[in-house]
C-alpha cells in the first residue's frame, strides 16, 4: 500500500515543499531532543553524567528535552500534517507559500534559539512555557502567521463543508496563542529576564492551566485531527462515526481547560478549584475515550492489515497508548490516589506513555504513510520500519513500568510511618538510593525508543536520497 | 459526503467563522471561571501576615535558583499529610508565596522538598552541599555546583531584577532600588562572616552566598510561627 502512484500525488497546486520541509525538520529535532532525554536520564542514574559544566547540568538541560520534544518535534509533525491535509480536504491551496515559509523558517530559529538560550541558564522556570520574553514574542508573531494563512485559506475553500480533522486543527490554533499570550505576560528586567505579572498562587493556577493544555491542545487535539485524517487514509476506511466524532470533539475542548488544577491538588490553591479541577479530569476521560474507539473501529474490517502494515501497526499501538494515557490521568486526579503519585516518578512515567506511545507513534505512523508520497518513492525497507516499532514499543513498555516501580516505591517509601507515629525513612536520601535501578532501565528504555527513531531516519534518509539515478553516491550521501 | 443534511453540518461545520467563534467560547469557559476568582475573590484569612519582600540579595539567589533549574527536582509545596508534616515541618500556606514570582512549586521531588528548609542547617552546610553535595550527603545524585562559588554576583543586574519586580507590584521603596549593592553587601558579608567561623573563605559577591541567602529565608515566613511571635 506504499506504492505511491502519480494519480495519489496532490496537483501540483499544492504546496507539498514546505510540508516536505516539515517533515525533514521533524525527524531532525526528534533525533535530538530524544537524545537529551536518554542524556538526561543517564544523569539521574549516573550523576557523574552531568559532567561539571554548567550548561550540561540535569536543571538546564531537562526544560531543553521537554522543550524539543513538544515544540520542535511534536510541532513540526502536526504543521507538516496540517500542510498535507488542509488544502486537499478544503481542496484549496495554501492562501499564501510566502507565510508557509516564514512559518517554517521562524519555527526553526525559534527551536535554535530555544536549544542554546535553555542551557545557558535564561529561562522563565515555567514548565513548558520556560522560553525568555524575546522568543516568546516571536513565537506569537510565528503562530499567528500560521493562524492567518489557514484562515484566508478557509475563506477562500472549494469544500465548505469542513472535515472533522480540520476541526480539532482549528481547536489547536484557537486555543494555544490564548494560552501562550496569558500564561507568559510578564515585566521584562533585562533582555533575557522577566517577571510574571501574576504571583504565587495566581501564577501557579495560570501556569498549570496552561500546562495542562499544552497536553491538551498540542499533543492531544491536533493529533486527534491527524488521526482523523492519515488513519482512515491509511487503512482506507471512513471513520466509523460522524455522530461520535461530534460529541467527542466539543466535549474534550470544553472539558479540557478545566483539569488544570489537578496538577496543585494539596497545594495552597482554594480547595474549590483543586476540586473542580479532579471532577473535570475524571469527566474528561469519556470524550478521550470517544476518540480512542472512533480511532479503533474506524479498522473495523481492517485488522487482517494491522498484522502487516508497519504503519497501521504505529496507528494501532498509538491510538491504544491513547486510550491507556488517557484512563491513566482521570484516576490519577482522583485526590487520594494523587497524594500518593504526584512528586513520583508515576508522573513522569504517565506522560511518556501519552508523549511516546501516542505522539510518537502516532508521528511515527503518519510521516511512513507521507514519505513515500511526497517524495513519489517507495519506502526503502518495510523491515526496517517493522524493526523501528518492535524497538519503540518494548522501549515505551521498559519506560513506563520502570517509572511505576519507581513512583510507587517513592510514593509508599515517603509516607510510611511506625507503630511509635515516626517517619520509617526519615533519611530521603536513602529512598533516592533505591531507585537507581529503575531510572537504569529507564536509559535503557528510552535508549531503545531512540534507537527506534534512528532507524527511522536512517530508513526515510534511504528512501529520500537519490538511489537510481547515482547509486555511486548513496553509501556516502546516507552516511 | 451524505445527502441528508443535518442541521450543525449546514450552520456549524459549513461555516468556518462561526465555528471559530463557539470554539473560543467553549474553551474560554473553563479558564475564566477557574482564574478570575484568584483575582477577585478576598485573601485567605491568613493573608494579615503578609511577609516581607525577598531582600535583593535574596532575589539574587532566587533568580539563580531558577537559572539553574533547581525547581525541576525540587518541590516549594509541603502538603498537609502526617509524612510531610513530620518530614519537612508545617504545611506551606498561600500567603507565603506572595511575593513569589515566578511560582516555584515544582512538581517533581527527585531531591527533598525546600519549602521548609530555612535555618535547618547551617551556611557552610549549604556552601559545601551546593560546591560537592557528597561530601555532606554522600549517595546524593544532586550536580556539583562548583561554578556558584566561583561566579560573581553584579548588582547593578540584580538592581535591574528588584526595579521590574517593583514594576510589578512588589513593594520596593525607590531608597530601596537605589540602596541595592549596599544592601546585598550588607547581608551577604553577614553570612561571609558566619561561613568564616565555619572556616570557609568566601566574599559577599559570590553566587553561592546568594544562594545561601534565599534558601536560609525559605520557609521563614510561616503564619503559624508569626502569630506565635506577635501573641503578648
Known amino acids: 500500500m ?40 543517564l544523569q539521574l542514574a549516573w550523576w557523574p553524567a552531568n559532567a561539571g559544566v554548567p550548561w550540561l547540568s540535569f536543571g538546564r538541560l531537562r526544560p531543553l528535552h521537554t522543550n524539543a520534544v513538544i515544540f520542535a518535534f511534536a510541532c513540526n509533525v502536526i504543521f507538516a500534517g496540517i500542510y498535507y491535509s488542509l488544502p486537499r480536504l478544503l481542496k484549496t491551496p495554501m492562501w499564501s507559500p510566502a507565510l508557509s515559509r516564514f512559518h517554517f523558517w521562524g519555527w526553526q530559529a525559534i527551536i535554535v ?32 502567521s500560521l493562524c492567518f494563512n489557514v484562515a484566508k ?21 484557537i486555543t494555544i496563542p490564548v494560552l501562550h499570550v496569558f500564561n507568559n505576560l510578564a515585566i521584562p528586567a533585562t533582555l533575557t529576564r522577566s517577571y510574571p505579572v501574576y504571583s504565587g498562587m495566581t501564577d501557579a493556577l495560570v501556569q498549570w492551566w496552561y500546562g495542562h493544555n499544552a497536553v491538551g491542545f498540542v499533543l492531544t487535539t491536533p493529533f486527534l485531527g491527524l488521526m482523523y485524517y492519515f488513519l482512515p487514509r491509511a487503512a482506507e476506511r471512513p471513520v466509523y462515526s460522524y455522530r461520535l466524532s461530534i460529541i467527542h470533539f466539543w466535549a474534550l475542548i470544553f472539558l479540557y481547560i478545566w483539569a488544570g488544577p489537578h496538577h496543585l491538588l494539596y497545594s495552597a490553591l482554594p480547595d474549590w478549584a483543586q476540586s473542580l479541577g479532579m471532577v473535570f479530569s475524571i469527566v474528561l476521560l469519556a470524550p478521550s475515550w470517544g476518540g480512542m474507539l472512533n480511532g479503533l473501529l474506524t479498522l473495523k474490517g ?19 497508548f491513547y486510550g491507556m494515557s488517557t484512563f491513566e490521568g482521570p484516576m490519577m486526579s482522583i485526590r487520594s490516589v494523587n497524594a500518593l503519585g504526584h512528586f513520583t516518578s508515576w508522573v513522569v512515567g504517565h506522560v511518556h506513555s501519552g508523549a511516546l506511545g501516542w505522539v510518537g507513534m502516532m508521528s511515527f505512523g503518519m510521516l511512513y504513510w507521507l514519505v513515500p508520497r511526497l517524495w513519489n518513492r517507495e519506502l526503502y525497507s518495510q523491515k526496517l520500519a517493522s524493526t523501528h516499532f518492535w524497538t519503540a514499543t518494548i522501549g515505551i513498555v521498559l519506560y513506563t513500568v520502570s517509572m511505576w516501580g519507581a513512583g510507587l516505591t517513592e510514593g509508599l517509601m515517603w509516607r510510611a510511618v511506625d507503630e511509635g507515629g515516626r517517619l520509617r525513612y526519615p533519611a530521603f536520601l536513602d529512598i533516592v538510593q533505591q531507585l537507581e535501578p529503575f531510572y537504569w532501565a529507564r536509559v535503557l528504555g528510552g535508549a531503545l525508543y531512540l534507537t527506534g527513531a534512528l532507524v527511522f531516519a536512517w530508513n526515510l534518509a534511504r528512501t529520500i536520497l537519490p538511489r537510481a539515478s547515482t547509486p555511486d553516491a548513496v553509501p556516502a550521501a546516507a552516511k | 459526503m451524505s445527502h441528508q443534511e443535518h442541521w450543525h453540518r449546514r450552520l456549524l461545520e459549513g461555516k468556518a467563522g462561526l465555528f471559530a467563534a463557539l470554539t473560543t467560547a467553549v474553551i474560554s469557559v473553563g479558564g475564566l471561571v477557574e482564574i478570575v476568582p484568584m483575582f477577585t475573590v478576598e485573601a485567605a484569612p491568613d493573608a494579615h501576615v503578609v511577609p516581607e519582600p525577598y531582600t535583593p540579595l535574596e532575589v539574587a539567589g532566587r533568580d539563580i535558583y531558577v537559572r539553574e533549574g533547581c525547581s525541576t527536582c525540587h518541590s516549594q509545596m509541603v502538603r498537609p499529610f502526617r509524612d510531610e508534616t513530620l518530614r519537612y515541618g508545617e504545611w506551606s500556606h498561600a500567603v507565603e508565596y506572595t511575593w513569589d514570582r515566578p511560582f516555584l512549586l515544582g512538581s517533581r521531588r527527585i531531591g527533598p522538598d525546600l519549602h521548609r528548609v530555612g535555618g535547618k542547617y547551617p551556611d557552610a552546610w549549604h556552601w559545601e552541599h551546593l560546591r560537592d553535595p557528597r561530601s555532606t550527603s554522600p549517595g ?46 550588607q547581608q551577604g558579608e553577614a553570612i561571609v562572616r558566619r561561613l568564616a567561623e565555619a572556616g570557609v573563605q568566601a566574599e559577599w559577591d559570590d553566587e553561592v552566598v546568594a544562594v545561601i541567602a534565599y534558601l536560609q529565608r525559605l520557609g521563614t515566613d510561616r503564619p503559624g510561627r508569626d502569630a506565635v511571635a506577635e501573641a503578648p
Open chain 1, 2 to 41: 506504499t506504492t505511491a502512484t502519480p494519480v495519489e500525488a496532490g496537483p501540483p497546486a499544492y504546496d507539498d515543499d514546505v510540508t516536505r520541509k516539515f517533515v525533514l525538520a521533524s525527524v531532525l529535532w526528534a533525533a535530538v531532543g530524544m537524545t537529551v532525554g536518554v542524556i538526561i536520564a
Open chain 1, 153 to 173: 485559506t478557509i475563506a477562500r475553500r472549494k469544500v465548505k463543508h469542513l472535515y472533522v480533522a480540520i476541526w480539532f486543527y482549528l481547536s489547536f490554533l
Open chain 1, 113 to 144: 534559539s530555544a536549544a542554546v538560550t535553555l542551557p545557558m541558564g535564561m529561562t522563565q522556570s515555567k514548565e513548558y512555557a520556560e522560553l525568555i520574553w524575546p522568543i516568546d514574542v516571536a513565537i506569537a508573531v510565528v503562530f499567528l
Open chain 1, 302 to 320: 481492517a485488522w487482517e492489515r494491522v498484522r502487516t502494515d508497519p504503519i497501521l501497526k504505529f496507528m494501532v499501538v498509538a491510538v491504544s
Open chain 2, 140 to 185: 546524593s545524585i544532586m550536580p556539583a555546583y562548583t561554578w556558584l562559588v566561583e561566579d560573581k554576583l553584579d548588582p547593578e543586574d540584580v538592581r535591574a531584577s528588584v526595579k521590574a519586580l517593583a514594576r510589578v507590584g512588589t513593594p520596593y521603596s525607590e531608597q530601596e532600588i537605589a540602596d541595592v549593592p549596599r544592601l546585598m553587601q
